[in-house]
């Protein structure tokens, strides 16, 4: 059988947060280096994701999905380890990550195309599609501080949905916004990866979604790999550990 070509290479990866709470500009100021308690959020994580592959990542609060996602988009470099992509196009969607809050929805879907890689007249003749998905109406113009957690949802996952990539990187975000748009986007994700040279990353909480949607699941547990495989046997796994837990 032929190798599947790898889209995502994850080797050895730590990424270290710096506790800041007791670090005093005033007494300490920019020398004080080592001030701050060293907070390790995931502790040298290996794995690789074949093109087209649905992959799911389950974990209590605090497990380390959401850096560990981060890290693949971009947005924080690893202190150890390294992140390979391939050559891939990739997108992250996360509440509260890529808009600029002073600019208007519109604006920020030109800003967000931009960033992935688009040009001006690539967004244009997708700027309308984005907008009737998003159902956000006029507060399109408006500036996305002024945004609900749902509309600003409604803009991210419109923006990505629409604005492919060869990689998604989804963080709990189908779980946001009205009843009426997760049914939507949901359907819209499952079209979305039926195309089998896309490449997704789901973070969820949610046993459904990872076994309705992923081919195969990682369990995260204070920044390691716990356990990883079927997503029905895993997330059964990871439901009575909860529960044993609570």
């Known amino acids: 059988m032929k190798n599947r070509e790898i889209a995502i290479s994850v080797n050895d990866l730590h990424v270290y947060y710096r506790d800041m709470k007791r670090f005093s500009l005033k007494k ?9 308690k060293i907070f390790k959020a995931v502790k040298g994580v290996t794995f690789e994701v ?7 990542i389950c974990g209590k609060n605090g497990s380390g999905k959401s850096t560990l996602l981060r ?23 996360s509440i509260g990550v890529g808009f600029q809050k002073q600019l208007t929805g519109y604006e920020n879907i030109y800003l967000s195309g931009m960033l992935l890689g688009y040009n001006k007249a690539q967004i244009d003749e997708k700027v309308d599609e984005i907008i009737e998905f998003s159902e956000l109406g006029e507060f399109i113009y408006r500036p ?9 949802s409604k803009l991210a996952f419109s923006i990505t949905a629409i604005l492919e990539t060869d990689i998604m990187l989804i963080d709990e975000v189908l779980s946001v916004g009205d009843v009426h748009f997760k ?9 979305l990866i039926s195309d089998s040279n896309r490449t997704v990353v ?3 909480h949610s046993t459904n979604t990872i076994v309705d949607l992923c ?8 920044g390691l790999i716990k356990d990883e495989g079927d997503p029905a046997k895993i997330m059964a796994k990871y439901e009575e550990f909860m529960r044993e837990n609570a």
């Open 144 to 152: 996305v501080r002024s945004y609900s957690s749902g509309m600003y």
């Open 202 to 204: 789901i973070v969820s």
């Open 215 to 222: 081919d195969k699941v990682i369990w995260l547990h204070e």
């Open 183 to 191: 049914e939507k986007s949901y359907n819209k994700m499952k079209e």
């Open 50 to 56: 074949p093109k087209g592959q649905i992959l799911g």
């Open 28 to 36: 300490g100021g920019l020398k004080d280096k080592g001030s701050g």
């Open 71 to 93: 890290a693949i988009s971009g947005i924080f470099s690893p202190d150890k380890g390294s992140i390979n992509l391939h050559g891939n196009s990739i997108s992250l969607l």
